[in-house]
């Protein structure tokens, strides 16, 4: 079945009228435990003009409707005899106990985000609302570019541990914790951080993932601005171990300077002032299939590039400097790529595609997927409903007033609920964080199916939410709401009982199966049927397709 992308509402996640608390640099999770908890963070300045900031930590429990920002997060003590002012570089993960993790960077005070002192974590059990004191897991002057990955796979036999990789300097550092953040080690019984001594010594922003399996990737480019190769390291033991480098892509074009501009000593994109990088992004669906994206330069003009392996890491499809993902317009940049996977066939690619319209240059979060692993990105969308300026309320990086600050990443959950880019976001006047709703989508067809005398009408959702199914039958048309487990969506798998009788055929069921697709069961004196409903855009009106009798 061929789908489409449905884009819902854009939320606003944040507000704060105050133009100092710009808000950007964003990660969002969402708990393998119940797909409505999602957990964000983000920079959010005291002084952009001095470049100071601290990272604040949002939650929502209904799918990403409404959000609560946790109070003020703990600073570390002194680490190193040094005082903590603020954490950097947010990164977020899951165990399968419901405890979130945050991570961060701590600085101290007069460094204007460049000096650093290594790396801390927080934990929230009660889904992101509150986090308890930092515990610093590493010590360095030089760690930077920390992500972070919790295993809550049911099949995984490493399921809860939690994983994190940074940069000390171009040393890839690495902890986990077993015992849902007691403590933390490093490869083996190594110390936090410890593992990669003397072995990957080229690291620049690195990224882990775990597979449904339970193995665990690092990905990386091989440098800051200079590195034109990502490599890779694996653990099929939940980091008692990690197989030696590998190269997953070589040969590609950073954006760097020359050619870019950079005036403030990072590269900025032509017509912008904001800086701009190339980090790979990653993910692991099923089947050992692992897909890495990242912005590259080798047109002349900045574009989203990936590749993919389908066993591990074994081997890699298509050029060995990888694939264009999707083409734009000449005079817009696609850069700051985000990869998610849904938990069943499809992955998500969201960027920020920036360039001229009529009223400035702006940005637009696009987003394409690739259904069913098929190696072919399609189906591409704007998330945003408008664009954003990035020059309004910019903070300047590190307080030079050449160069701007819009985050060097964003945020994106998936889950069998959808796909949820996490973005910064301009419109109001204020660096803001915003949030929609993506996900994949049937053509919108009229039902045909005919059981008995009574045909299937429609299935669609009422402006509250509430899936609703209509039916005809010779003593006129029916309508009746299906009773929802959660606000606004039917948890997979699971049938909602209908009582209501249309002559001699009961409704039964309407659920969701685990692609996400509405089905509905109902009985008449032939037997019971099921299909599923392929819903349009709107969620309004869709199609019963392929009707299969199935036992009563």
Not at 63 to 89: Q, R
Not at 181 to 202: K, L, M, Q, Y
Not at 226 to 241: A, Y
Request: proline share 7%; charged share 15%; with cysteine.
């Amino acid at each position: 079945m061929t789908s489409n992308i449905s884009v819902g509402h854009n939320i606003q996640v944040t507000y704060d009228s105050d133009p100092h608390h710009d808000r950007s640099e964003s990660v969002l999770v969402a708990n393998p435990g119940n797909a409505q908890n999602m957990v964000g963070a983000s920079k959010r300045f005291a002084d952009p003009a001095t470049y100071q900031f601290s990272l604040a930590a949002y939650a929502t429990f209904d799918g990403g409707l409404h959000w609560v920002e946790s109070d003020n997060l703990a600073l570390p003590g002194p680490i190193s005899g040094v005082e903590v002012v603020g954490t950097s570089d947010p990164a977020v993960a899951w165990d399968d106990e419901g405890n979130a993790y945050l991570v961060g960077l701590p600085f101290p005070a007069d460094s204007t985000g460049i000096e650093t002192l290594g790396i801390c974590a927080y934990k929230s059990s009660d889904g992101g609302r509150n986090w308890g004191p930092p515990v610093v897991i590493h010590a360095s002057h030089n760690d930077d570019k920390q992500s972070a990955a919790g295993d809550g796979n049911a099949g995984s036999h490493h399921r809860g541990n939690v994983y994190i990789a940074w940069d000390d300097g171009s040393t890839l550092r690495f902890a986990r914790s077993l015992d849902h953040g007691a403590t933390w080690r490093g490869v083996a019984n190594t110390p936090a951080g410890s593992g990669f001594d003397r072995i990957v010594e080229n690291s620049f922003a690195p990224q882990v993932c775990v597979a449904p399996n339970g193995d665990v990737y690092i990905v990386w480019i091989t440098g800051e601005e200079v590195g034109t190769d990502i490599q890779f390291v694996k653990s099929t033991d939940g980091g008692e171990s990690f197989s030696a480098p590998s190269t997953a892509v070589s040969g590609l074009t950073p954006l760097k300077s020359p050619p870019l501009p950079a005036p403030g000593s990072f590269p900025e994109l032509p017509g912008g002032s904001f800086r701009v990088l190339t980090l790979p992004s990653a993910c692991v669906g099923p089947d050992a299939a692992i897909t890495i994206a990242w912005a590259d330069y080798r047109l002349g003009v900045s574009r989203i590039y990936y590749r993919r392996s389908v066993d591990g890491g074994v081997s890699w499809q298509g050029p060995a400097s990888g694939q264009l993902l999707v083409d734009s317009q000449r005079t817009l940049h696609d850069f700051h790529p985000q990869l998610a996977f849904d938990g069943a066939r499809t992955i998500m690619c969201a960027f920020y595609e920036f360039g001229p319209t009529p009223i400035a240059n702006l940005i637009n979060v696009v987003a394409v997927v690739d259904e069913n692993l098929t190696l072919s990105f399609g189906h591409r969308v704007n998330i945003t409903d408008r664009a954003w300026d990035p020059s309004i309320d910019a903070p300047l990086s590190h307080g030079d007033p050449r160069t701007t600050f819009i985050g060097e990443y964003f945020g994106l959950a998936a889950s069998r609920s959808g796909f949820f880019p996490f973005w910064t976001d301009t419109r109001t006047g204020v660096q803001e964080m915003f949030c929609a709703r993506a996900r994949l989508l049937g053509a919108p067809i009229a039902l045909e199916h005919q059981v008995d005398d009574n045909q299937l009408d429609a299935v669609f959702v009422d402006s509250e939410g509430r899936v609703n199914v209509m039916w005809v039958s010779h003593y006129g048309k029916w309508q009746g709401p299906v009773a929802m487990t959660e606000p606004g969506y039917a948890v997979p798998g699971t049938p909602v009982a209908l009582q209501h009788q249309v002559d001699n055929n009961q409704l039964d069921a309407v659920f969701v199966d685990t692609y996400g697709a509405v089905n509905v069961m109902w009985v008449s004196h032939y037997g019971k049927w099921q299909g599923p409903v392929a819903m349009t855009a709107a969620g309004i009106a869709s199609q019963l397709m392929e009707m299969t009798p199935v036992a009563p």
